[in-house]
T-cell receptor, first 114, second 112 residues
Framework: DAGVIQSPRHEVTEMGQEVTLRCKPI?????LFWYRQTMMRGLELLIY????????DSGMPEDRFSAKMPNASFSTLKIQPSEPRDSAVYFC????????????FGPGTRLLVL | AQSVTQLDSHVSVSEGTPVLLRCNYS??????LFWYVQHPNKGLQLLLK??????LVKGINGFEAEFKKSETSFHLTKPSAHMSDAAEYFC??????????FGQGTELSVKP
């Protein structure tokens, strides 16, 4: 298996632009998680899905952030408009099923907003 | 509520010497605990997982961790450090809904 796939791996954009991060979970996994990692705040869970349905988005920082999972093999995290404080590494992870605790992480997308 | 505290933000050892990365947890029920490793510019990789079976858990790359309920600890150890072990290590506890709560991380440096 190829593992969790994220794209792009690096993104540099200017403040105010829309940013879309993409994730393909491991085939057969039914839960998907989006995390953000910064030096100041460490790893934070932003949102997670079970069977393509958003379950908990309490970690989404504000309305500029949105996430979708249109099918079992694809999810997006969108920031519109982006701000310099959104600069971070964004990780996607998947697990086999709801409540299954072992999560498998993608390589991350390193976002820099100028 | 569940939480984890990694007691050291940075640990430095010499190659070939033992590694000890300390983690204390807080949980209102019998927790599931994990150690993940993150090499520079990489994603997180699962090292090992405790789920109330054996208290001594063996993981990949020679790492192991011991669950001690009386001390609410889950320290990570390795008998002999290798240069390739240099990375950031995260102690993690899971809540009942399957959400992971991460510690702040311990950066391990290995000197030749």
């Amino acid at each position: 298996d190829a593992g969790v796939i994220q794209s792009p791996r690096h993104e540099v954009t200017e403040m105010g632009q829309e940013v879309t991060l993409r994730c393909k979970p491991i085939s057969g996994h039914n839960s998907l998680f989006w995390y953000r990692q910064t030096m100041m705040r460490g790893l934070e869970l932003l949102i997670y899905f079970n069977n393509n349905v958003p379950i908990d988005d309490s970690g989404m920082p504000e309305d500029r952030f949105s996430a979708k999972m249109p099918n079992a093999s694809f999810s997006t995290l969108k920031i519109q408009p982006s701000e310099p404080r959104d600069s971070a590494v964004y990780f996607c992870a998947s697990s086999l099923r709801a409540g299954e605790e072992t999560q498998y992480f993608g390589p991350g997308t390193r976002l820099l907003v100028l | 509520a569940q939480s984890v505290t990694q007691l050291d933000s940075h640990v430095s050892v010499s190659e070939g010497t033992p590694v000890l990365l300390r983690c204390n947890y807080s949980s209102s029920y019998s927790p599931s605990l994990f150690w993940y490793v993150q090499h520079p510019n990489k994603g997180l990789q699962l090292l090992l997982k405790y789920t109330s079976a054996a208290t001594l858990v063996k993981g990949i790359n020679g790492f192991e961790a011991e669950f001690k309920k009386s001390e609410t600890s889950f320290h990570l150890t390795k008998p002999s450090a290798h240069m390739s072990d240099a990375a950031e290590y995260f102690c993690v506890v899971s809540n009942q809904g399957g959400k992971l709560i991460f510690g702040q991380g311990t950066e391990l440096s290995v000197k030749p």
